[in-house]
């Protein structure tokens, strides 16, 4: 049976001939500069208008607040959202403007995305994403992000790298901010509203839920100030763009004045606790019509 175990092996490399390594071609390694032609880009356009904006206005209803915030910021800008859902990135793509969706790279994991050729072309074509390894902060996720900028494009990136795993948010991590902080880009914070309800984790098809996008005031990089300060105050933001959402711009902003902001990342408690103060799940009985007495924390 020698000859199957020929066939099975891989060639040997002669002797005196150096052995050239493999070079991957997937996950953080995917070359997505192909997907930032004009070509790549009109295969986007038909659909992001052809299928996503109407699924997301079917689905989601969504409700759009501080898009004049945008107005007068010209250029490549990081937009940084909270992240709950794979929805997220359908309804940001429906909903920030044009100047800006048309050159638009996603951050995307890329342990998720790019897993293999298939995935990441598709990954690439139709959501414009990039790949960036979310368990640390390499150097050619740096790159990847970088060279995107450079390009003359903005990003889309969720700084809480991954959805949230019990419906609070996760802090920021300074990846975004790093990025930021190395190309000179602003950061728009943005708040999302819903989409956990509308795509679920764990589910595969979206159900109808009411959804919001709340846009903030470009943020810049202070001179004295380090990444890490920087993804902490980006953070805070989104939290006073949430509270503006729920109370109205002026209690919002008399909170954030006072420091008493809403934080959106849930009491330090343990998980089920944590899972109680989000009140009960869409679908299900109100706290008030409920006999279950729920815990004060």
């Avoid at 880009?41 to 989601?60: C, D, N, S, T, W």
């Avoid at 969706?101 to 990954?123: G, M």
């Avoid at 300060?229 to 949430?242: D, G, H, P, S, V």
């Amino acid at each position: 049976m020698n000859w199957l175990r020929f066939i099975a092996e891989p060639p040997a490399t002669p002797r005196g001939i150096e052995k050239r390594e493999k070079v991957p071609t997937t996950g953080v390694h995917y070359d997505t500069r192909w997907a930032r032609t004009p070509l790549a880009k009109a295969v986007r356009e038909v659909g992001v208008y052809g299928f996503m904006k109407p699924a997301v206005k079917l689905y989601g209803s969504p409700r759009v607040i501080g898009v004049d915030r945008l107005d007068k910021v010209d250029g490549p800008v990081l937009f940084a959202a909270n992240h709950h859902s794979h929805a997220d990135t359908s309804l940001l793509l429906a909903t920030i403007p044009t100047a800006f969706r048309r050159k638009l790279s996603i951050v995307a994991a890329a342990d998720y995305f790019f897993p293999n050729q298939l995935a990441a072309t598709a990954s690439a074509l139709f959501l414009g994403a990039i790949p960036i390894e979310r368990q640390k902060l390499s150097k050619l996720s740096i790159a990847n992000a970088l060279e995107a900028i450079a390009s003359g494009h903005s990003l889309l990136v969720f700084p809480e790298g991954g959805r949230s795993p019990d419906g609070w948010s996760q802090r920021h991590r300074p990846g975004a901010a790093f990025v930021a902080k190395r190309s000179g880009v602003p950061v728009i914070p943005v708040y999302l509203d819903g989409t956990g309800s509308l795509l679920p984790k764990g589910q595969n098809w979206p159900k109808r839920a009411r959804c919001a996008v709340v846009f903030g005031d470009p943020l810049r990089l202070e001179a004295d100030e380090d990444a890490r300060a920087f993804a902490a105050r980006i953070e805070a933001r989104i939290n006073e763009l949430a509270d503006e959402f729920a109370s109205g711009w002026w209690q919002a902003r008399r909170k954030a004045h006072a420091n008493t902001t809403p934080i959106l990342n849930g009491p330090e408690v343990g998980a089920w606790r944590r899972r109680w103060a989000l009140g009960p799940k869409p679908g299900q009985k109100s706290v008030a019509s409920s006999s279950k007495r729920w815990p004060r924390l």
